[in-house]
């Protein structure tokens, strides 16, 4: 099963990057870089070139040189076993009717939606943000069990903040894994029998992982572009061929990441990076490839959000936690809610003239 080789090549990584949450291959008094531990500029050279530049001779003003723009090829950001993370939960108190005035063209009512990686983080947040708004949804994720666990979630949580509703949403678990052609249009297959339709796509799965550019294992390379890249690109048409084949106008969201438009630092993840650039990109392609049947497709580009992932990643590295935060301009991480607008607005018609759009939620990180 494509679950289990993926923890073996993630258990194969972690022999080579011993387990824990930041790392890296020098002795464990070294193991979280201050600011004054950048790496210090090598590029000295005897030219007229550098004589020219701001700093005059490299090194002149001291090892701080581009110590805040440079990635660290020592660090390595372990991310944790599944068993190891708290399953997520729906968020509490952002859903119930209300009687506050607002456009009617958020609404969702009557739509189907479905969720690439809804099981838990970012996706399943995006999905009670389409719930909460009106539609039906569909989770689909590589993760059987949670699957099932946050979809019966979101119908209790419904319950509670609506009680005496007379319509409860069906929210269903799908198993896919959205890198492999097959099992997309199977799962679509089966969301189309139990729902009838999809007019809603969120692409959320997806991973990254850190190792410096010489030493990326290439399957896990692979890997990471199979998921993110082609899982996008394989959901993306599957559903838009739906939809044209329906005559029917849908919304496509891709989650992409800052770290498509921008370098991370300090952690070296130049595959994420691009693949990322690319889901950007896609978006905009497609959403001009589309345009003629009424497919909307635009990106929704996170910055660093607080999810259990995250949370437990910077739980175990304050320092890392620091540096980040220092470098986005409000000053504190996102929590996953603050997607919960943003793929509202990109799903509906509230935006039925925006497409090929990215839109960037990460605190002005980007602006900088
Ligand atoms: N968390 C952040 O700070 C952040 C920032 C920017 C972008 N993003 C992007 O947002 C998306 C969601 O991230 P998250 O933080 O919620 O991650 P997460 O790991 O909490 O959730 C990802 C989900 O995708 C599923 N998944 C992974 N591979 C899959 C596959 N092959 N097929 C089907 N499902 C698969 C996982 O089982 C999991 O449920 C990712 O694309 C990520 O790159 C996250």
């Not at 387990?19 to 030219?47: E, G, W």
């Not at 082609?230 to 496509?252: F, M, N, Q």
């Not at 992409?256 to 130049?270: E, K, L, R």
């Not at 996102?334 to 919960?340: F, I, S, V």
Request: some cysteine; proline content about 5%.
């Amino acid at each position: 099963m494509f679950r289990s080789q993926l923890l073996r090549q993630v258990a194969g990584a972690t022999r080579q990057a011993p387990r824990a949450a930041f790392r890296t291959r020098q002795p464990a008094a070294t193991s979280i870089r201050s600011f004054t531990a950048a790496p210090v500029r090598l590029d000295k050279h005897d030219n007229d070139y550098d004589a020219g530049s701001t700093s005059g001779v490299p090194g002149e003003s001291g090892d701080h040189e581009g110590q805040y723009a440079r990635t660290d090829k020592s660090v390595r950001v372990e991310y944790p076993e599944e068993d190891d993370l708290p399953p997520s939960q729906p968020v509490q108190g952002r859903g119930g009717f209300h009687f506050k005035r607002t456009l009617a063209s958020f609404s969702l009512e009557g739509r189907v939606g479905v969720v690439t990686g809804g099981a838990r983080g970012l996706g399943l947040v995006m999905a009670q943000a389409l719930v909460t708004s009106g539609a039906d949804v569909a989770i689909v994720d590589m993760n059987r069990d949670e699957a099932q666990r946050s979809a019966q979630g979101l119908i209790d949580t419904y319950k509670d903040e609506n009680p005496g509703s007379d319509k409860i949403p069906k929210v269903t678990a799908h198993f896919c894994d959205v890198s492999s052609p097959t099992s997309v249009n199977q799962s679509l297959a089966e969301i189309l029998k139990l729902h009838g339709k999809v007019d809603n796509l969120v692409t959320s799965a997806g991973f990254t992982e850190n190792y410096d550019a010489i030493s990326y294992p290439h399957d896990r390379m692979q890997k990471l572009w199979g998921v993110n890249v082609d899982g996008t690109y394989l959901y993306a048409v599957a559903v838009a061929k739906h939809l044209i084949e329906r005559e029917a106008p849908g919304s496509i969201v891709m989650i992409g990441s800052m770290s498509g438009s921008i370098v991370n630092v300090p952690q070296p993840q130049a595959p994420y990076n691009a693949a990322k650039a690319a889901v950007r990109h896609l978006a905009a392609s497609l959403a001009v490839e589309w345009a003629h049947a009424g497919v909307r497709v635009n990106c929704i580009s996170p910055g660093y959000m607080l999810t259990a992932l995250t949370k437990k990643i910077l739980d175990d590295n304050p320092d890392l936690q620091k540096q980040w935060t220092s470098l986005i301009p409000v000053g504190k991480m996102g929590r996953p809610e603050d997607l919960m607008g943003a793929v509202t607005f990109l799903s509906s018609d509230a935006s039925l003239y925006v497409t090929g759009a990215d839109l960037r939620v990460d605190g002005a990180y980007t602006c900088t």
